[in-house]
């Protein structure tokens, strides 16, 4: 399998990353990530541009997924050009210099016991 | 990234805001929300109507998202032409003047630990 | 809005009702849903086939979803040719006489806090 | 309903097993899994290629769906050309013979209580 499948435009219109955390980081940390497939032969580099309610978007934040590779990136460890804060919704617009796909999973552990959800990313 | 990304007609066909709630309001509260993205440079009206099982459709709720910004509206808090009502079924279409993305949110703390689900809406 | 949204065919691979639950009934009751809207002026006819793993499929079961209106029908209350058990996979086709959406949906309560999930069903 | 509905090439992004678990099993144990719907007359041989973040390719896994038939297939089980490791990112590329349909669904039990989601898969 070399075949490049996916599209090169994705968008997370809820992206949100707790502002707390119950049980022991790194697994249990409330954190929200993409997930991005690269099935091709060629390295996907990745544009970041982050949305938000009351002030202009913010980035380039960038990423590469080498050659049939997956990337599993955390919000909350993106630094470059700032971090994400927490407790407060935001969007992302991702694009990809080659076919991706994507798919966005939060773990949310404010309480005793996580919540999780992951859904397909909407491609453009 | 001024381009306009989505598309102008979203449905969710399950809504359900619980009835009760465990937890520190409002982050706790059990709510139903949509999150929707406008990347482009124009503001994007919004026109909800809500669908039930046993009665006429209900609207229309007017939002406004503007340029370059993302809104995460609660349903919870829409309150003309009238309040969401907790605990039964709902359906919502969402018509925009331009393109938008538009993904569903629910957190359920009817019971002592949350659980948490979010998916694309339906884009016609 | 009498406009026909959606479309007369859907998927969801991935049926199951937990069986067991904790909780009080009905809210509580472990079930799976699907959600589905009629935005048009004429009734919908949905004929539902159920798919197994082990043995061939089951139906015709027969639901109507009236104009301008929204059904939440949980598999737990199809009783029509037969009911559907509990604790198995199982996988769902939805026919509909015109246009609609539909949205799959799952409370499990097995254990003491409940377990959510909802995502858009396939549109073929 | 006899129609071969779906397509024949599934891609799902955030593959995760969780490595621990709390609950009785195998219903509780952490698990992922995809839910295939054949609805054909015909069996859907499925090959499912596993990529990682740090390592090459592996598969082909081999799988079939009988006629008119779902399976519901735990990443867990696979054992061949190895398993899947847990605790860590993987994603998967399923291709069929035939048009059919791709759920994905985890159930995460690493705390007392589980969380779920699941998620139509990506069809390129």
């Known amino acids: ?55 202009e978007p913010v980035g380039p934040y960038e990423l590469t997924v080498e050659p049939r590779r997956t990337l599993h990136q955390r919000f909350n460890d ?16 991702i694009e990809a210099s080659g076919p991706v796909v994507v798919q966005q999973t939060r773990l949310d552990s404010r309480q005793a016991e996580n919540a999780l959800f992951s859904t397909l990313a909407y491609s453009a």
């Open 1 to 55: 399998m070399t075949k490049a499948i996916g599209t090169t435009l994705w968008v997370l219109a809820d992206g949100y990353i707790p502002g707390e955390s119950t049980g022991e980081p790194p697994e249990m940390l409330s954190h929200e990530a993409i997930c991005v497939l690269n099935t091709s032969d060629k390295a996907a580099d990745l544009t970041l541009t982050l949305y938000f309610e009351d002030r």
């Open 78 to 93: 993106l630094r470059d050009p700032e971090t994400v804060p927490t407790g407060i919704g935001y969007a992302c617009v």
